[in-house]
């Protein structure tokens, strides 16, 4: 194989390579229903300082696409409850990833880093981690996402 060939081939490879992990990503957040695990009463009670009480569900997504038309997607949807000023309840267990193409899925995992039940707010990093495949050469990265729920109102911050 000539060298101009290789160089060639390798010029390929970081092409496909610099698609890395620039990503788009969205929050939501839904508040849940008596019958979905959530309080069907709304009104902030007064003696918790005018906050509402309920329970709800972040809806966290990040993906990014190939000029192959590869994918992948990172999801990271926790639920939590709060009774107006403090979370009482938080589950961030739904929390998965797809992919298509030359991506790969790697696993995922999530960790508690900060506030508490019964503290104003609870932190949470959720990670996915990806491999990209192409002529025999592979590639891995991480899609990293952290997310404050608090205890009044279904509020989220970074």
Known sequence: MKTRHLIGAALA??????????TAATVTVEPLTREQGGLADREPPMEDGGGYPGCWRAYVEAWDSHWTGSTWHH????????????????????????????????GVSRW???????????????????????????????????????????????
Do not use: E, K
Request: with cysteine.
């Open 13 to 22: 490879m970081l092409t496909l390579a610099a698609a890395g992990p620039a």
């Open 112 to 158: 508690h880093v900060g506030g508490c039940i019964g503290c104003a707010g609870i932190r949470f990093h959720a990670q996915a981690r990806f491999s990209f495949n192409f002529g025999g050469w592979t590639s891995y990265f991480n899609d990293d996402r952290y997310i404050t729920l608090y205890g009044s109102n279904g509020i989220v911050g970074p």
């Open 75 to 106: 999801y990271f949807n926790p639920y939590w409850c709060g009774n107006g000023s403090v979370v009482t309840y938080a589950d961030p267990n739904w929390h998965y990833q797809t992919t298509s193409g030359f991506y790969g899925p790697n």
